[in-house]
């Protein structure tokens, strides 16, 4: 059974920076595309950032706007998302998530993710 643990939310002020992990169980990181999501109250879920199974080749959402970077530890089974330059405008539940299928391009969508981790809370003040 696969299992994904997120950790290192929390609140902070705007321009901080933060570092989120997440931990997987049951099945390797390097076999499985990957995807960070957030959702905001009354938003629907997006995309933040993913890595492509293959290539390792990370992808961003054009909010990240170079203040994100995604890396993985394949040792580990863990993938780390830092963030810098947090806005208000960040402030959201963070999820990982996998996708359980060896697809042959990557995805930027919930809904092709099988795996979920239970949420991180990301909160930034002005």
């Known amino acids: 059974q696969v299992q994904l643990v997120e950790s290192g939310g929390g609140s902070v002020q705007a321009g901080d920076s933060l570092s989120l992990s997440c931990t997987a169980s049951?099945?390797?990181?390097?076999?499985?595309?990957m995807g960070w999501f957030r959702q905001a109250p009354g938003k629907e879920r997006e995309f933040v950032a993913g890595?492509?199974?293959?290539?390792?080749?990370?992808y961003y959402a054009d909010f990240v706007k170079g203040r994100f970077i995604l890396s993985k530890d394949d040792t580990a089974n863990t993938f780390t998302l830092q963030m810098h330059s947090l806005e208000p405008a960040d402030t959201a539940v963070y999820y990982c998530a996998l996708d359980g299928n060896r697809r042959t391009q990557y995805f930027a969508v919930p809904a092709k993710y099988e795996y979920w981790g239970q949420g991180t809370q990301v909160t930034v003040s002005s």
């Open positions: 890595m492509f199974w293959m290539t390792s080749r990370p």
């Open positions: 049951g099945r390797s990181f390097g076999s499985y595309s």
